[in-house]
């Protein structure tokens, strides 16, 4: 695109909870994104009347130099309509890199800006195979942030009925290790739990953590019979394993409070 061309007019944004609206960006943002577009000759992504609907791998990669300077910049609302207009264009996953729009997006004192964006994307059948990639992110980068409350907010967003998100073994795994070394051992046992139930049990380190975790709360018979449970259960050949580690938990949840 022509710096001509975006002095000309606004460059607009289609807002993807309703195609038929168009997000128009400030002058100072439009002036900002027209200096970097100009510098990587970034395709135009949508307009009033026409959206694209392929990108080729060179404006993929254009896209993904732009997005972390808009990030870098504090640019996050023109970052967030670039990468949301981007996912219209049915790109496969990991087209684009949202590692630095993560880090920034839970780097913001509150929730606001990241619920928008997942609420955004829940709301497009294009970006579905994204969501997925970008809560394990924001997941882990506030566990990195030592922002439990924040990471079990995702958590329990990706949870909701109907939603398209799928949570990896990794998402459990990040969450419960988290939580337990934050201090949030009752939520990471609750976390714990639902691993469990869909078949991931915890091995190494996190099994250890969790183990160490409950000694540090003083809960050293519940400590012994989890961490042998989750022992037997390796070699139970019936089944029946997992079953009763999820019924223990259900028993150290329960009366975690007496």
């Known amino acids: 695109m022509k710096m001509g061309s975006m002095r000309a007019q606004p460059l607009p944004f289609l807002f993807l909870s309703n195609p038929s609206k168009s997000i128009t960006i400030s002058p100072f943002s439009h002036q900002l994104f027209a200096l970097f577009a100009s510098s990587i000759d970034i395709p135009k992504l949508a307009t009033n009347s026409e959206v694209v609907t392929t990108l080729t791998q060179e404006e993929v990669t254009k896209i993904n130099l732009l997005i972390p300077r808009l990030c870098l910049l504090n640019h996050l609302t023109t970052a967030i309509q670039l990468t949301t207009t981007s996912l219209l264009a049915n790109l496969p ?60 907010k995702v958590y329990n967003w990706m949870l909701r009925p109907g939603s398209p998100c799928k949570v990896e073994k990794i998402v459990y795994c990040v969450l419960v290790n988290g939580l337990c070394e934050t201090g949030w051992v009752l939520e990471g046992l609750k976390v714990l739990k639902d691993m469990v139930s869909v078949g ?36 139970d050949v019936s089944g029946d394993g997992g079953k009763k580690v999820i019924d223990l938990l259900d028993s150290l949840i329960r009366y975690w409070s007496e």
């Open 93 to 152: 996953p990991k087209s684009l890199s949202f590692s630095i729009l993560a880090h920034s997006l839970t780097s913001q004192p509150d929730m606001t800006t990241p619920m928008s964006l997942l609420t955004i994307l829940r709301q497009t059948p294009q970006a579905h195979s994204h969501l997925s990639p970008i809560n394990t992110m924001l997941i882990t980068s506030y566990i990195k942030k030592k922002r439990p409350k924040e990471a079990l």
């Open 200 to 235: 991931f049990l915890p091995v190494g380190r996190l099994k250890e953590r969790v183990y160490r975790s409950l000694l540090r709360e003083a809960r050293v018979r519940e400590a012994v019979e989890l961490d042998k449970s989750l022992c037997d259960c390796f070699e």
